[in-house]
């Protein structure tokens, strides 16, 4: 039994969840605090948190920490989210939080953000495993923008982030003076302007057969009228409907008191409901689903699945991949390079474990450089790398942090263009020396596996490879002729001795 | 003289600021009602038609209420009732007579100043039975006059005669002393009185003293010797820390007391030396003490609690009260000086400050008339010794205050404090005893590194310097303190024991109906309830969380909490009833409180009675609902149980269609507990512990004996006990607990034979 604290410093609220994990994926919370804290408003408008917010912020966390105390919790995580994002002197905020409540903060991207939202929704276990089973949508509405992400058959089809969130949308309704009768139609002319281009792209003839919504604004009013006992709300479309017409006949302080919320949160309620039921109708799905899960249940699950006591029921790695081959299948990336990339790529990692040093984690960054090394040619043959650069870091994949993303995208670039070394390039991206390195290794790997696949025609089967002293064996069984292979094998040889001071040798297996 | 007069203006300017600030919050209120009262709004003659020709009532309209202020005088006619009712023993009646005094100073500090305050603000607005304050006030005077005079006949012409009869005399005044008794009083003066008295003049140089809230003294007009100046004023106070009553020597058989201020009076000249008594008597004021704390200003609430204690000795005079044929030369200029109308003065045919009685029933021996004194029993759940915590696991435990012993709850506490396994411990405290023990188990705790949160109302009337104390000796341990919370007074009773298991983290919560006041936890009768349910056991944390500042959890499993959702839940469940009876189903309501004041509670009442829900209300005090109004509450019957134990329980029953719900919780149905504090309402769910609450319920409203009943007239009358079997609630509580107990330590000690498997031999009894 582990107990364990999850700290969610978000834009408008701070939040934290104790919980109780055990066995069998048991998350049990035994105690959710939270506190009212615009930080958004601020930071959006100066890019600094003031003075008297950062007290405040300080005062909060430090009363977590006596909280923590209290369940005596064996570990904790605490992230920021949007409004420590968009700080400009991000580094000197952390800091300050550290020297003041000895807290680490971690920032999330929104992917990573988004990340967890998802597994926020696992943290629920059987409602989570009903989610795989049909075609869902995951339908995240945030105060800045909303993520909707589509599953087929227990895998990520597309995941989007479009800047349609509750507050921004309200700050425009402000904007341009709509009276609340007004207001459904509006959004629903917002949304819909960027939703229908998504629609093309993704949805096609999908049915949608569930949206599970998680927001803050709904969900609360949703699981107050089944109660936390049942696994999941649901509300229909009769529901958005009576939501609706209550903000069209009454006045915001009844409103409150009929939602049983604050005022201030009223609006967003029915913004919130508005694009829910819009996008529900688009999809065709007659219900929305609410687990009514927050960030802080994503962080227990995930620590939860880092220190190895949740076993994954889902395979969350394989939805960061999905997202990866759908940006590869929206530039017209071949599939079955990909697939021979990864496959060699592997090998080599795997047999290369003792030299390189790295991880599992990293094992995935190869496996999704592997799948996206070529996107950039549905822009330009000739540049290839900067080209897919720039597609990589332009597309969100949902799961990997900014930093991730950005060591993905160089690997990607540096497998077309002369590696950039550190004391001339790196240094100007500000990549630290540690990411530098695995950037590197990870090139070498890309590099050579791409080598051996040259003429893109998978002509070499049954890979393997053997580390003996300095010289890296791999074999492999074909009747093709290697000429080509052998030549790039040989030319990126270098660079992956440079790297590793390991000699790759190519060995080809002509069997009949 | 003049500075005396500029404090008294300071005063009144102080007063008036606090009234400006209740009218507000008063409009407000009126406002609220309204706008929540969606059923009265369309009507506006009390009865109209509706379309389907069924007759629609505004229940809202005045005169269907009855006015709370002379509602509360009325209770104090019933506990007044208790000290004329010849079937109590002699004592017990002075302590009621005794009781309805304290009660009444308390009545004019808080009601009868507000209701002034409202009347120097020129506030006009009429209260639910549609009177003024003016008209209140006026009203009130008149019943007040009454209800004192019929104390005073009582004590003159019942109790002083039926004491001599037993025994026991009162000397009246100091001049029916025998010279023997002279002499002793007198040294009795020197030796013990005269050392601690501060007498005070007032003259041109002198100005008049600040006299105490509800202090006896002394008033004299005085001359200087040997001269033909003007009359001064003399004053002294009768000093509390002595005891009032003063037994004298024993004479023919007879046991004599003599009251202090009489002591005094008798030895007045030897007070002013100089001076010659024109004439001396005993009065007593009274002063506006409804504090209100001017939140949003204070810095620390605990130094503002502090300064408002001292200012409440300070406030405008409101009644003066004399002894009948004072001399009217010193009536007048006290008049003068504090600024009183005549309304505002009582000549009381008497000992001034009736609570003197309760002194007098404290006196040694007469214990053949008094009421033996019941020792609170056993929890049969919970037997001397045993684990607390581990008993709650094996089932809720109802415990039913005094007839059980309060002693599991501070055990409770104690228990955890020592408990190497317990993490923490909260708990909201309002009313503490002097030396609590809880105090020290929550202290003990925190020096033992567990986390102790306690919030500490200091807003409780008249217990702010009580309280203030205990808050430092907490904090001096180191727990976490809270000081109530901004605008709202923490009524609620919960504790929270928060224990790392095998399984993970258990919460044992205890809920009550009264205080944790292991003192008045002897005399109040009050439900508690212990348990280790997660869904109240997570409620509870949620609570504790709320007062701490931390935002509403998603939602309340169990709990309803006040002054967010109390209110509509109550409502829920009496609109409820309302439906199943318009549907035919069973429908019923029993709620016992302390007091109904309600309006939106009673319309809610009204409508559902005319919908055909039979409601059995059990109202101890302040009652503003009628009964008997043809078509509307024809169906609700209002009782009053006025006994040895203060009737403070909270219960509520609600049919549901045959699966009957029951709460308990610490709020009556007022606006100032659903409104203005923090109050919690708890269901009682295990069968057994539903069948106790519904045995408290069905008792109480058999009872013959102790149990007064609203006739339509508004009145108050005794049931009408002949041919039935007589029954007195708390006296079959009291010997059902007995019985209780006494069963349980039996079965206890037959398990322990056969645990321990040797055999106990009886001591030898003594014949």
């Not at chain 2, 909490?561 to 429908?587: D, H, M, N, T, V």
């Amino acid at each position: 039994m582990k107990t364990f604290a999850a700290i969610d410093v978000g834009s408008y609220e701070l939040s934290m969840k104790i919980f109780e994990l055990s066995g069998k994926n048991k998350l049990r919370e035994i105690d959710s605090v939270s506190q009212r804290l615009d930080l958004g408003t601020g930071t959006y408008a100066t890019g600094k948190i003031s003075a008297d917010k950062m007290d405040e912020l300080c005062r909060t966390l430090k009363e977590f920490t006596k909280i923590m105390d209290s369940y005596k919790v064996d570990d904790y995580k605490a992230y920021g989210t949007s409004a420590i994002r968009e700080t400009s002197n991000q580094m000197v905020v952390l800091d300050q939080i550290k020297q003041r409540t000895g807290l680490d903060i971690e920032v999330l991207s929104n992917s990573e953000q988004r990340f967890l939202d998802y597994k926020s929704i696992a943290s629920k276990g059987e409602s989570f495993r009903r989610v795989l089973e049909e075609n869902t949508a995951i339908l995240d509405i945030g105060g800045g923008s909303i993520q909707v992400s589509l599953f087929d058959n227990d895998t990520l089809v597309s995941t989007q982030n479009l800047r349609l969130g509750v507050l921004r949308i309200l700050e425009v309704m402000k904007n341009i003076k709509a009276t609340p009768a007004r207001f459904e139609h509006l959004v629903d002319e917002m949304v819909m302007a960027q939703l229908s281009s998504y629609k093309k792209l993704y949805l096609k003839d999908r049915e949608i057969q569930r949206i599970i919504l998680i927001d803050d604004y709904v969900s609360p009013w949703a699981v107050k009228q089944v109660g936390r006992r049942k696994e999941e709300a649901a509300i229909t479309f009769e529901d958005f409907d009576t939501l609706v017409s209550y903000w069209n006949k009454n006045e915001i302080s009844q409103l409150a008191k009929k939602l049983d919320t604050v005022e201030e949160k009223v609006p967003l309620v029915f913004i919130s409901s508005i694009i829910s039921k819009h996008v529900a109708m688009m999809m065709g799905a007659k219900k929305v689903w609410t687990p009514g899960v927050t960030l802080c249940d994503g962080i227990a699950y995930e620590y939860g699945e880092s220190i190895g006591m949740f076993k994954e029921e889902h395979n969350f790695e394989e939805d960061i991949v999905a997202c990866a081959m759908n940006i590869s299948k929206r530039y017209q990336g071949s599939q079955k390079r990909a697939e021979t990339l990864e496959a060699i790529t592997a090998t080599i990692f795997d047999s290369m474990k003792k030299v390189h040093g790295l991880g599992r984690r990293e094992r995935l960054y190869l496996r999704l450089a592997s799948i996206l090394q070529d996107c950039g040619k549905y822009i330009s043959m000739s540049d290839i790398g900067t080209s897919s650069y720039n597609i990589v870091m332009a597309t969100e994949i949902i799961g990997l942090s900014h930093k991730e993303r950005e060591l993905v995208a160089n690997i990607v670039r540096f497998n077309h263009i002369p590696f950039g070394y550190y004391e001339q390039t790196m240094e100007q991206q500000q990549m630290d020396r540690q990411t530098y390195l695995t950037v590197a290794k990870l090139t070498a790997i890309l590099r050579l596996s791409a080598g051996m696949d040259r003429s893109h025609k998978q002509k070499l089967k049954r890979i393997k490879a053997t580390l003996q002293e300095n010289e890296l064996i791999i074999s492999a069984d074909t009747m093709e002729d290697l000429t080509l292979e052998k030549g790039y094998f040989d030319s990126r040889a270098a660079f992956f001795q440079e790297v590793f001071s390991v000699t790759p040798v190519l060995k080809q297996r002509k069997k009949i | 003289m003049k500075t005396g007069t500029k404090k008294a203006s300071d005063n009144k300017a102080g007063t008036r600021k606090v009234s400006e600030n209740k009218v507000s919050e008063n409009k407000a209120n009126t406002g609220k009602t309204k706008a929540g009262n969606h059923k009265g709004k369309a009507a506006k003659t009390d009865v109209s038609k509706t379309g389907n020709g069924k007759v629609a009532h505004d229940f809202t309209a005045p005169e269907y209420y009855t006015n709370r202020e002379l509602s509360w005088i009325l209770f104090d006619h019933r506990v007044l009732n208790e000290a004329r009712d010849k079937s109590n023993p002699l004592f017990e009646r002075l302590k009621f007579l005794s009781i309805t005094a304290s009660n009444l100073d308390e009545f004019f500090m808080i009601r009868v100043a507000s209701l002034k305050d409202m009347v120097n603000a020129g506030y006009e607005k009429t209260d639910i039975s549609g009177m003024t304050p003016k008209q209140q006030l006026a009203a009130l005077d008149t019943a007040i006059h009454e209800l004192v005079n019929l104390q005073y006949s009582t004590y003159n012409r019942s109790l002083f005669p039926a004491l001599v009869q037993n025994g026991l005399t009162i000397v009246k005044s100091h001049e029916q002393l025998t010279k023997e008794e002279g002499k002793f009083i007198d040294q009795y003066f020197e030796e013990n009185v005269y050392p601690v008295l501060t007498p005070m003049a007032v003259d041109s140089s002198r100005p008049f003293p600040l006299i105490r809230n509800k202090t006896l003294n002394i008033g004299a007009m005085v001359r200087g010797k040997d001269s033909d100046d003007e009359l001064e004023f003399a004053t002294v106070q009768v000093p509390s820390v002595l005891s009032r009553v003063v037994e004298l020597p024993e004479r023919d058989g007879m046991r004599r007391v003599i009251f202090l201020e009489e002591i005094i009076e008798r030895n007045i000249n030897k007070l002013f030396l100089n001076y010659d008594i024109i004439c001396a008597h005993p009065f007593r004021i009274m002063r506006n003490a409804d504090l209100t704390i001017e939140e949003d200003e204070a810095e620390d609430l605990l130094q503002e609690i502090e300064k408002q204690i001292k200012l409440r000795q300070w406030g405008e005079a409101i009644r003066l009260e004399v002894e009948a044929g004072t001399d009217k030369r010193l009536l007048q200029f006290l008049e003068n000086e504090l600024s009183l109308g005549d309304d505002a003065i009582y000549a009381i045919d008497g000992p001034l400050d009736l609570t003197v009685l309760m002194k007098l029933y404290g006196l040694d021996g007469f214990q053949h008339l008094k009421d033996p004194k019941y020792e609170p029993q056993a929890v049969p759940e919970l037997p001397a010794g045993c684990n607390i915590l581990e008993e709650i696991r094996k089932g809720d435990i109802l415990l039913h205050h005094p007839y059980q012993t309060f002693t599991p709850v501070v055990d409770f506490i104690r228990q955890a404090a020592v408990d190497p396994n317990v993490l923490a411990i909260k708990q909201t405290l309002y009313r503490v005893s002097g030396n609590s023990p809880i105090i020290a188990a929550l202290a003990q705790a925190a020096e033992n590194g567990k986390q102790v949160s306690v919030l500490v109302e200091l807003k409780a009337r008249f217990d702010e310097e009580n309280n203030i104390v205990w808050a430092r000796k907490l904090e001096k341990a180191g727990c976490h303190v809270i000081y109530g919370l901004v605008g709202l007074k923490t009524h609620s009773k919960i504790t929270l024991v928060v224990r790392r298991e095998e399984d993970g983290i258990r919460r044992y919560v205890h809920l009550g109906t009264g205080n944790y006041n292991d003192a008045t936890a002897k005399l109040y009768t009050d439900m508690g309830l212990l348990t280790c349910s997660e869904p109240i056991g997570e409620d509870a944390t949620a609570v504790f969380n709320m007062l701490s500042g931390y935002s509403e959890p998603l939602f309340w499993n169990k709990l309803s909490l006040a002054p967010l959702w109390l209110k509509e839940k109550f409502l829920y469940l009496i609109e409820r009833e309302k439906k199943y009876a318009e549907e035919g189903c069973p429908a019923r309501i029993i709620a016992k409180m302390n007091s109904l004041c309600d309006r939106d509670i009673m319309a809610a009442l009204y409508e559902a009675a005319t919908a055909g829900v039979k409601i059995d209300l059990i109202v101890r005090g302040i009652c503003c609902l009628k009964v008997g109004i043809p078509g509307v509450s024809e169906n609700i019957t209002v009782r009053s149980l006025v006994g040895t134990f203060l009737e403070h329980a909270r219960i509520f029953y609600f049919e549901n269609n045959e699966h009957p719900e029951f709460y308990c919780g610490s709020a009556d149905w007022m606006p100032r507990n659903l409104d203005r504090r923090v109050e919690i309402l708890f269901p009682v769910e295990e069968p057994a512990l539903r069948e106790e609450l519904w045995h408290v319920l069905t008792v109480q409203l058999a009872d013959t004996l102790k149990a007064a009943v609203l006739q339509p007239d508004g009145s108050y009358e005794k049931v009408d006990g002949r041919g039935r079997k007589a029954i007195c609630a708390q006296a079959q509580f009291a010997a059902e607990a007995v019985t209780k107990a006494k069963e349980a330590a039996k079965l206890t000690a037959a398990q322990d034979v056969k645990h321990k498997r040797t055999f106990t031999p009886a001591e030898r009894r003594e014949e």
